[in-house]
């Protein structure tokens, strides 16, 4: 797997046409890639390594390396060019970079991908001095061409100056292309920021307004381009044993009807067609390998295995020990469902393929493995494979594909169109709610059993903990570094590092072999983990007969921004007085993705029982904070991400197949379960951290404390609809 990774990277540097092609740039402007020297413009065709194009119109294109969902990405990266440049903001804009993971690396990943929240703190000093580069080059060229020290060149707001001379930066991008840029860049102190820390306008705010054609994947359109859809079997690991296509090929506008080894796609000019006629398709399925079993049954053999020994996680001291010393102790199984990720925007991706090179338009999160894989799908270089990024409506991980599942499934489709019909076309493949529902990639079902004690002063002794779910990433491009003796730190995540932890510890873990196909899910392990743990200490702050909050805070002593984000939250939330007559507050503080998020809820039960989240006041510690406005909007939208996942949210298999369709039956958050929230950033010099999912893992929790602070019922076995809540 990992040479399967190197040779992805190794192979996918463009050409030098093939770059300008797919970049921003003109030959009439200014390109500075991050770190790498920006050739004369008579040799503009060979830089490979853009981060800023600057075009003699002064428009300052971002070139962004990382799949903007919703998240805000974009704005970020373009925060931090604008910033070193000295911009105006609404001279800037961005383009998605092509497939090259040796120059649009994630530096943490080492492949080009968006994911782990780590789209800015990755990119922080690369894209900034990619910013300041540029600036350096600018006023490199306004000095030469006015004959004036460069230390006498200024830029601000998007002008360079000096003393009566003034131009733009597109009437010195031609001239600063063709200097050597300087070895180092000074950046600025963070006493000069205009934009980091303050506010920058979203850069996508303007298309999505106006529904700019071509945005997302649903919107591409291209001559002569057809749409497909594909028929899937019914029950996980099925294929399909032979097809009557009779009826569906009558089907006016239907173009034909293909077998492929994961199912049967119909392609057709238009969506409509295509579905009519895949429902007219009559196909017999070979279930002889397929997964059967249900949710229930599924669930009760996890929660058996809870009972056994495990694979050891993390083990130092002596748990048991500790907990047969302990003056209390408290025992207790959780029970989390399969949950869909329910994207605004179903999977979707146009392909072209003329057998000798292939085109892809999608919302990529990972490039590098849809790149690699669609190469080896269609036997090609990598170097030959385009992978044009879009924007995407959503996503939460869904498009973070370790198999490239539905690149395989178009670049199959591609080219079995070409061998029957000896000639390319562009070919939408699209999935329907219901296909993307029912179709697998689910966060795992899991069950926790716990057992902690407490010693005599209220301090935690031993921690035994066994978790049991299924492993996203064993036998995937992920595996050599997310799984270590047979553990994918995906299922511990949250656990393994919590503050909470004693001397004595025993974590211990189990990954049943399922045939249902799992996926990350916003925020991943952090969903489970700190749901169970901060519940947890609820309970045993309550058997301690200690306050929630200053029991997390005495154990709490050497985890500094734990607590400073806890204490935040605290004090604007009143936790100290009284909540209303009605109310009742629950509290959670979690780290996830190097970042520190407090969240207390404010809960009220409706006359039919039901569980109404009023408010929510969050703190967090994301280190230095890049766009405040968008930090706030992804705690808002992580939150709610995060409720929806506990009040309604489950899927469920009846005979291995899957129960819900749509929307009406897996039910997301609705408007009127959305709380008031109140976001707080705490003012950090420590590197920023990732804020995307972050805000999911604590309300989850802090609703559960506080609806057990309302009713006494403390929540085990998710959703709270199970138990008459939601």
Same mark, same amino acid.
């Given at each position: 797997?990992?040479? +399967?990774?190197?040779?992805?990277?190794?192979?996918?540097?463009?050409?030098?046409?093939?770059?300008?092609?797919?970049?921003?740039?003109?030959?009439?402007?200014?390109?500075?890639?991050?770190?790498?020297?920006?050739?004369?413009?008579?040799?503009?065709?060979?830089?490979?390594?853009?981060?800023?194009?600057?075009?003699?119109?002064?428009?300052?294109?971002?070139?962004?390396?990382?799949?903007?969902?919703?998240?805000?990405?974009?704005?970020?990266?373009?925060?931090?060019?604008?910033?070193?440049?000295?911009?105006?903001?609404?001279?800037?804009?961005?383009?998605?970079?092509?497939?090259?993971?040796?120059?649009?690396?994630?530096?943490?990943?080492?492949?080009?991908?968006?994911?782990?929240?780590?789209?800015?703190?990755?990119? +922080?000093?690369?894209?900034?001095?990619?910013?300041?580069?540029?600036?350096?080059?600018?006023?490199?060229?306004?000095?030469?061409?006015?004959?004036?020290?460069?230390?006498?060149?200024?830029?601000?707001?998007?002008?360079?100056?000096?003393?009566?001379?003034?131009?733009?930066?597109?009437?010195?991008?031609?001239?600063?292309?063709?200097?050597?840029?300087?070895?180092?860049?000074?950046?600025?102190?963070?006493?000069?920021?205009?934009?980091?820390?303050?506010?920058?306008?979203?850069?996508?705010?303007?298309?999505?307004?106006?529904?700019?054609?071509?945005?997302?994947?649903?919107?591409?359109?291209?001559?002569?381009?057809?749409?497909?859809?594909?028929?899937?079997?019914?029950?996980?690991?099925?294929?399909?044993?032979?097809?009557?296509?009779?009826?569906?090929?009558?089907?006016?506008?239907?173009?034909?009807?293909?077998?492929?080894?994961?199912?049967?796609?119909?392609?057709?000019?238009?969506?409509?067609?295509?579905?009519?006629?895949?429902?007219?398709?009559?196909?017999?399925?070979?279930?002889?390998?397929?997964?059967?079993?249900?949710?229930?049954?599924?669930?009760?053999?996890?929660?058996?295995?809870?009972?056994?020994?495990?694979?050891?996680?993390?083990?130092?001291?002596?748990?048991?020990?500790?907990?047969?010393?302990?003056?209390?102790?408290?025992?207790?199984?959780?029970?989390?469902?399969?949950?869909?990720?329910?994207?605004?925007?179903?999977?979707?991706?146009?392909?072209?393929?003329?057998?000798?090179?292939?085109?892809?338009?999608?919302?990529?999160?990972?490039?590098?493995?849809?790149?690699?894989?669609?190469?080896?799908?269609?036997?090609?270089?990598?170097?030959?494979?385009?992978?044009?990024?879009?924007?995407?409506?959503?996503?939460?991980?869904?498009?973070?594909?370790?198999?490239?599942?539905?690149? =395989?499934?178009?670049?199959?489709?591609?080219?079995?169109?070409?061998?029957?019909?000896?000639?390319?076309?562009?070919?939408?493949?699209?999935?329907?709610?219901?296909?993307?529902?029912?179709?697998?990639?689910?966060?795992?079902?899991?069950?926790?059993?716990?057992?902690?004690?407490?010693?005599?002063?209220?301090?935690?002794?031993?921690?035994?903990?066994?978790?049991?779910?299924?492993?996203?990433?064993?036998?995937?491009?992920?595996?050599?570094?997310?799984?270590?003796?047979? =553990?994918?730190?995906?299922?511990?995540?949250?656990?393994?590092?919590?503050?909470?932890?004693?001397?004595?510890?025993?974590?211990?873990?189990?990954?049943?072999?399922?045939?249902?196909?799992?996926?990350?899910?916003?925020?991943?392990?952090?969903?489970?983990?700190?749901?169970?743990?901060?519940?947890?200490?609820?309970?045993?702050?309550?058997?301690?007969?200690?306050?929630?909050?200053?029991?997390?805070?005495?154990?709490?002593?050497?985890?500094?921004?734990?607590?400073?984000?806890?204490?935040?939250?605290?004090?604007?939330?009143?936790?100290?007085?009284?909540?209303?007559?009605?109310? +009742?507050?629950?509290?959670?503080?979690?780290?996830?993705?190097?970042?520190?998020?407090?969240?207390?809820?404010?809960?009220?039960?409706?006359?039919?029982?039901?569980?109404?989240?009023?408010?929510?006041?969050?703190?967090?510690?994301?280190?230095?904070?890049?766009?405040?406005?968008?930090?706030?909007?992804?705690?808002?939208?992580?939150?709610?991400?995060?409720?929806?996942?506990?009040?309604?949210?489950?899927?469920?298999?009846?005979?291995?197949?899957?129960?819900?369709?749509?929307?009406?039956?897996?039910?997301?958050?609705?408007?009127?379960?959305?709380?008031?929230?109140?976001?707080?950033?705490?003012?950090?010099?420590?590197?920023?951290?990732?804020?995307?999912?972050?805000?999911?893992?604590?309300?989850?929790?802090? =609703?559960?404390?506080?609806?057990?602070?309302?009713?006494?019922?403390?929540?085990?076995?998710?959703?709270?609809?199970?138990?008459?809540?939601?």
């Amino acid at each position: 797997m990992l040479h +399967f990774m190197k040779a992805a990277v190794a192979a996918s540097k463009p050409t030098r046409r093939s770059f300008l092609a797919m970049s921003a740039g003109t030959l009439g402007g200014l390109l500075i890639g991050a770190r790498m020297p920006v050739q004369a413009q008579a040799n503009m065709d060979e830089m490979v390594t853009p981060f800023v194009h600057i075009a003699p119109d002064s428009t300052v294109t971002v070139i962004v390396k990382h799949l903007d969902k919703g998240q805000g990405t974009a704005t970020g990266l373009a925060t931090l060019v604008a910033e070193e440049l000295d911009a105006a903001a609404e001279q800037v804009t961005t383009d998605f970079a092509p497939a090259n993971a040796e120059v649009y690396a994630n530096l943490l990943f080492g492949i080009q991908g968006t994911g782990g929240s780590t789209a800015i703190s990755n990119s +922080f000093e690369q894209y900034r001095q990619a910013g300041a580069t540029a600036k350096a080059l600018l006023k490199a060229a306004a000095a030469e061409a006015w004959g004036v020290d460069v230390a006498e060149v200024s830029v601000a707001g998007g002008q360079v100056s000096a003393g009566s001379n003034t131009a733009s930066f597109g009437e010195l991008a031609g001239r600063a292309s063709q200097l050597t840029p300087p070895g180092e860049v000074a950046l600025k102190a963070p006493e000069d920021w205009v934009y980091i820390g303050k506010s920058f306008p979203r850069v996508d705010v303007a298309g999505k307004t106006k529904g700019s054609v071509g945005m997302y994947g649903m919107d591409v359109q291209l001559d002569d381009m057809a749409v497909a859809v594909l028929t899937k079997p019914p029950l996980f690991g099925g294929t399909p044993k032979s097809v009557d296509a009779t009826e569906a090929l009558a089907v006016e506008g239907v173009l034909d009807v293909i077998e492929l080894p994961m199912g049967v796609a119909v392609v057709a000019r238009s969506t409509w067609p295509a579905i009519k006629a895949r429902d007219l398709l009559e196909i017999e399925w070979d279930l002889s390998a397929a997964e059967t079993r249900g949710t229930d049954e599924l669930m009760e053999s996890f929660a058996e295995a809870a009972l056994g020994e495990g694979l050891p996680a993390l083990v130092q001291g002596d748990a048991a020990a500790a907990n047969e010393r302990a003056a209390q102790v408290l025992e207790v199984e959780y029970r989390f469902p399969y949950l869909n990720h329910a994207q605004m925007e179903p999977i979707d991706i146009t392909v072209l393929y003329d057998g000798e090179s292939a085109t892809f338009w999608t919302g990529s999160q990972i490039q590098t493995i849809d790149q690699g894989t669609a190469a080896a799908v269609l036997g090609l270089d990598p170097s030959k494979v385009a992978i044009n990024t879009l924007w995407a409506g959503g996503s939460f991980g869904r498009r973070a594909i370790y198999d490239a599942h539905y690149t =395989v499934e178009a670049a199959t489709l591609g080219a079995a169109w070409l061998g029957k019909h000896g000639a390319p076309k562009p070919i939408k493949l699209i999935y329907t709610r219901e296909d993307d529902v029912r179709g697998g990639y689910y966060r795992p079902l899991t069950v926790h059993r716990a057992r902690i004690g407490l010693d005599a002063e209220g301090k935690i002794a031993g921690w035994q903990h066994h978790i049991v779910s299924q492993s996203i990433t064993s036998g995937t491009a992920f595996e050599a570094f997310l799984v270590h003796d047979g =553990v994918d730190h995906s299922t511990i995540e949250g656990i393994n590092d919590s503050p909470y932890l004693s001397a004595d510890v025993d974590l211990r873990v189990t990954h049943p072999q399922v045939g249902v196909k799992t996926l990350w899910w916003r925020s991943v392990g952090h969903t489970h983990t700190a749901y169970v743990a901060e519940t947890l200490i609820d309970e045993l702050a309550e058997m301690a007969g200690e306050d929630p909050v200053a029991f997390r805070l005495r154990h709490l002593d050497a985890h500094p921004r734990h607590r400073g984000v806890l204490e935040l939250a605290a004090e604007r939330a009143g936790w100290s007085t009284p909540p209303a007559e009605g109310r +009742f507050r629950g509290v959670a503080v979690h780290k996830s993705f190097e970042s520190y998020v407090a969240e207390i809820a404010e809960v009220s039960l409706r006359d039919d029982g039901t569980v109404k989240v009023e408010k929510v006041v969050c703190a967090v510690d994301c280190g230095i904070p890049i766009n405040p406005d968008n930090i706030r909007a992804q705690i808002e939208g992580g939150l709610g991400y995060g409720l929806s996942g506990i009040l309604r949210e489950e899927l469920t298999m009846s005979e291995g197949e899957v129960d819900q369709w749509n929307y009406w039956d897996y039910q997301p958050l609705r408007i009127t379960d959305m709380p008031e929230v109140e976001v707080h950033i705490v003012a950090s010099t420590e590197a920023p951290t990732g804020i995307g999912e972050p805000g999911t893992p604590p309300i989850g929790p802090a =609703v559960a404390n506080a609806v057990a602070r309302a009713t006494g019922q403390r929540i085990r076995d998710l959703p709270f609809a199970k138990h008459g809540l939601a």
